[in-house]
């Protein structure tokens, strides 16, 4: 199995920046994309990030292109998001997620029902 493990997530001013990593173990070599998901209180859970892992492709959110980076190093078996010029918007709880599903197109990267794991999630706040 899949165990995925958050963190890096904290306290930050608007216009600052946060690097979240997301360690995983046991037998992986069968996901295939792998996502940063967040959710804030009282919304519906988003899709911020993916990577095709073979491929290396990403895919990103709206609101985060331009701002949010996503990246793997597997040696390490580690994904992470770097957060830039964040903003009081950014602030939710953070989840790392993995699927035996592909998106080496970006299929259905956003959708949740997607992913088989997902980690305990890392906060982020954002004051303005």
């Known amino acids: 199995q899949v165990q995925l493990v958050e963190s890096g997530g904290g306290s930050v001013q608007a216009g600052g920046s946060l690097k979240l990593s997301c360690a995983a173990s046991?037998?992986?070599?069968?996901?295939?994309?792998m996502a940063w998901f967040r959710q804030a209180p009282g919304k519906e859970r988003e899709g911020v990030a993916a990577?095709?892992?073979?491929?290396?492709?990403?895919f990103y959110g709206d609101s985060v292109k331009g701002r949010f980076t996503i990246s793997r190093d597997g040696a390490k078996n580690t994904l992470y998001l770097q957060m830039n010029s964040l903003t009081p918007e950014d602030s939710a709880m953070y989840y790392c997620?993995?699927?035996?599903?592909?998106?080496?197109?970006?299929?259905?990267?956003?959708?949740?029902?997607?992913?088989?794991?997902w980690g305990q999630g890392t906060q982020v706040t954002v004051s303005s």
């Open positions: 990577m095709a892992t073979g491929s290396g492709l990403t």
């Open positions: 997620a993995t699927a035996r599903a592909y998106c080496a197109a970006g299929e259905y990267w956003w959708e949740s029902q997607k992913y088989r794991y």
């Open positions: 046991g037998v992986i070599y069968s996901t295939y994309c």
